[in-house]
């Protein structure tokens, strides 16, 4: 009986299916059309890499077909209209005109084309009037954002997320519909405007990582709904207002110029769950009495400002669903005793004043849940141990940590101990570690040999220390090895050829150590080889024999100085080093060579005085084959370096003339060929008229200096008239002025080594802004929650 009445539903369920069949519409013709020419526009991008993995969703598109049958494509039923288009992660190619056929889908409500390649088309938006959501988020858009956008009053949904979007912020106030509004990882400029009291249905606004500038607007925080606020990442200023509204949940300011006491009103939002107020210059005092309310708080940042946390309060109710606490730089003294009753799984306490050792209560906090700890720049003398069985990320740096170094924990990825006072050798246990990835050990006092496990991390720094003996040949295939700093040590023996397994190492440095070798030309196999410092050791011999072997294709950066290299400079090896040739587009944004959490950087000298430099740009290209016994002329390939900024070839034995080709180096800013036994007279390229300004007060003649053969202005020799005809120079170049008085003793000195750390510093300003100045101004921060310029949800 029961499988008779069964079968009669689902009798009943087939009439009903082809019942409702008979009577949908087909998608009409010209809709059809116009989404065939749109996929016309396209090709798809096998190798896209966006947040998510590429299918070719159009290729269900035939004609002859209902759309309404097609991926990606919905219609209503009832007329067979396409009233929804969803091709994100499509693997699109292509531009899109500004009469895109798309317009044609008038009875459209969805739009979503996220997360494919559109080759910085400009955004238009027709006349799709019932349009209700509209996400293209990742795209590669460029442009305004059109005015236009803001007759679309059915618009809720609006995602325009991480493009190359410019200009001012859109005129949205008519859009009274609107609940949710993306405009983040953008280039917007100007401010928020000052009335937006018609948008009462808003509950998300994500506007970070643009450069909006001005006061956050009080309107924003009267806004009934708004539950979701992330302004984070521009240069906003100004006091922050009252928070009248309760709905809050999410508030993060970080980064930008915003001062003065933080409201009262934010401590009653109960309904609070992240809040991020770091980076600013926010003053007073916060204690955690004033906390208690929030009730609901998972998250707290209020690093770096001009904020004092107390730790003296006893409240009990602190927090207890709190798992993320950033309080770096809050002039704390010693470890906050409401810690005792928190499951942290993030911690950052660092740059702060906490002395002694560790307390032993502190081992429980977040003993099963905790995986981020920073106790960094404090005055820390002891850690007994490190008990936290799920710990992935521990920084202990420029503290002042004794004695043998502690083990491990056996999750930990990430081990950042340097500038401390650890002896003796590095355990042995170092290399039982499976997930180890990031160490830094230097600036420390470790003795005795480099573990044999030295090629089993991605980023291993062990400079400024006492290790001695050889580099093990250690290094197997497939690894992982991105950055190997060795600098300031007492290495011995040749360069390990197992080092060309190491196939995405980008940084070598094994300066000022003993190391005996030729030139290792068989480095020029490692493809991602940027930065290559064999400074201060004892290699030897000429390096012609080597040049024309290998490649060196993204070689940014190479320090030879103080060895002992003769012969003539190797033409073929710098014709080559195509990295310094032409630095694209994309390049000359500000990029730095490293990782979210460690960053490589240049040590130069100035004036005879060494100073780090935080961070190695990918434009910063320099080449130091200084204080060797190189001889012959200076190559005419050099001029074909156009993105070399420093140049220093001083202390040899080169002769014959300064090469004309010089002055196409127009990126050039120090060039050093004192103390060589060159002759003839300076080129004219290299002795227009230096302009005023910080960074060219400080240069004198003395890049010159040490040729008894040179003549010539800006030396006070002059040429007689027997010294031959110079040849007529290029006026083509702005570097004509530039390099005329640039060099060493009461100038400038580059004697270039490099060195790789995350805390620098003494960088001259002028330095600075030579690299920034014209480059995108973004910081990178790492974020507990959301780490980089990747998207949020």
């Not at 018609?198 to 607007?217: D, M, W």
């Not at 200023?237 to 934010?266: E, M, V």
């Amino acid at each position: 009986m029961r499988w008779l009445t069964w079968s009669y539903h689902f009798f009943c369920l087939q009439l009903l299916l082809l019942h409702t069949q008979s009577y949908a519409k087909q998608c009409p013709q010209e809709q059809s059309l116009a989404l065939l020419q749109f996929k016309q526009l396209f090709f798809f991008n096998r190798y896209y890499f966006g947040r998510c993995r590429a299918y070719p969703k159009t290729m269900s598109w035939k004609w002859g077909t209902d759309c309404c049958s097609w991926e990606g494509v919905t219609c209503d039923m009832a007329t067979g209209n396409v009233i929804s288009l969803d091709l994100s992660c499509s693997g699109l190619y292509g531009s899109i005109p500004s009469n895109t056929s798309l317009f044609n889908l008038v009875h459209l409500q969805k739009l979503n084309l996220a997360n494919n390649d559109f080759n910085l088309s400009l955004i238009s938006s027709g006349n799709v009037t019932q349009l209700a959501v509209l996400s293209l988020s990742s795209n590669s858009f460029s442009g305004h954002i059109p005015p236009s956008l803001s007759n679309l009053h059915q618009l809720t949904d609006v995602d325009l997320g991480s493009n190359s979007l410019d200009g001012q912020f859109p005129d949205i106030m008519n859009l009274t519909r609107i609940s949710r509004l993306d405009i983040s990882n953008n280039q917007l400029t100007g401010s928020i405007p000052s009335h937006g009291s018609g948008l009462q249905n808003l509950a998300v606004l994500r506007l970070y990582n643009n450069t909006l500038s001005g006061t956050i607007p009080s309107w924003l925080f009267t806004l009934p709904l708004l539950r979701d606020i992330d302004l984070s990442d521009n240069q906003l200023n100004g006091h922050l207002d009252a928070f009248p509204s309760k709905s809050l949940r999410k508030l993060y300011l970080t980064n930008n110029r915003l001062h003065g006491s933080i409201p009262s009103s934010i401590f009653e939002l109960a309904n609070l769950t992240y809040l991020s107020l770091a980076s600013n210059n926010f003053s007073g005092i916060v204690e955690p009495y004033m906390l208690a309310k929030l009730v609901n708080l998972a998250a707290l940042e209020l690093s770096h400002n001009s904020l004092s946390f107390g730790t003296t309060s006893k409240v009990n109710s602190f927090f207890p669903q709190i798992f993320v606490l950033s309080l770096s730089a809050c002039n704390i003294s010693a470890f906050p005793s409401f810690l005792r009753s928190l499951e942290l799984a993030y911690l950052d306490l660092s740059e702060n004043n906490i002395d002694g050792q560790i307390p032993n209560w502190m081992w429980e906090v977040g003993n099963d849940t905790l995986s981020f700890l920073d106790l960094s720049h404090n005055f820390i003398t002891e850690i007994k141990q490190i008990p936290w069985k799920n710990l992935n990320y521990l920084n202990l740096q420029s503290n002042l940590l004794q004695g043998p170094l502690p083990v491990p924990p056996p999750r930990l990825e990430v081990f950042l101990v340097s500038n401390n006072q650890f002896t003796g050798e590095i355990i042995q246990s170092i290399c039982s570690s499976s997930t180890l990835e990031v160490l830094d050990l230097s600036d420390n006092g470790f003795s005795g040999t480099i573990p044999v496990c030295i090629g089993n991390f991605s980023l291993l720094d062990l400079r400024n220390n006492r290790l001695n003996g050889t580099i093990p040949e250690a290094f197997a295939e497939a690894n992982l090895l991105r950055t190997l700093n060795l600098n300031n040590n007492e290495l011995e023996g040749p360069v390990p050829k197992s080092l060309v397994n190491c196939a995405k190492l980008e940084v070598l440095d094994i300066g000022n150590n003993k190391v005996k070798d030729v030139f290792p030309y068989w480095l020029g196999n490692l493809t991602e080889l940027q930065v290559l410092v064999l400074r201060s050791n004892k290699f030897h011999s000429s390096m012609r024999e080597f040049e024309a072997k290998q490649s060196f294709p993204k070689l940014r950066i190479i320090d030879l100085s103080h060895n002992n290299f003769t012969g003539p400079l190797p033409a073929r090896f710098l014709e080559n080093l195509n990295g310094m040739r032409n630095v694209g587009e994309t390049e000359r944004k500000l990029q730095y060579v490293g990782e979210t959490f460690y960053q490589d950087s240049v040590v130069v000298t100035l004036k005879g005085a060494e100073i780090e430099l935080q961070k190695i740009l990918t434009v910063f290209t320099t080449i130091d084959f200084s204080s060797n016994d190189f001889h012959g002329e200076i190559p005419e390939v050099i001029g074909n370096l156009h993105s070399l900024r420093l140049l220093n070839l001083s202390h040899n034995h080169l002769t014959v003339r300064i090469p004309f080709s010089l002055g196409n180096l127009i990126n050039l800013e120090s060039l050093d060929l004192s103390s060589n036994d060159l002759s003839g007279k300076i080129p004219m390229q290299l002795t227009r008229p230096i302009p005023q300004g910080p960074q060219f007060s400080t240069f004198q003649n003395h890049s010159y200096i040490g040729n008894l053969g040179l003549c010539g202005f800006p030396l006070t020799k002059q040429c007689g008239k027997d010294d031959p005809p110079e040849l007529v120079p290029t006026t083509s170049s702005w570097f004509d002025w530039k390099v005329a008085k640039m060099g060493y003793g009461s100038g400038l000195v580059i004697g270039l080594s490099i060195g790789y750390m995350v805390f620098v510093t003494g960088r001259p300003l002028w330095f600075v802004k030579m690299f920034e100045k014209k480059q995108s101004k973004k910081k990178v921060r790492t974020r507990p929650i959301r780490r980089g310029r990747g998207r949020r949800n």
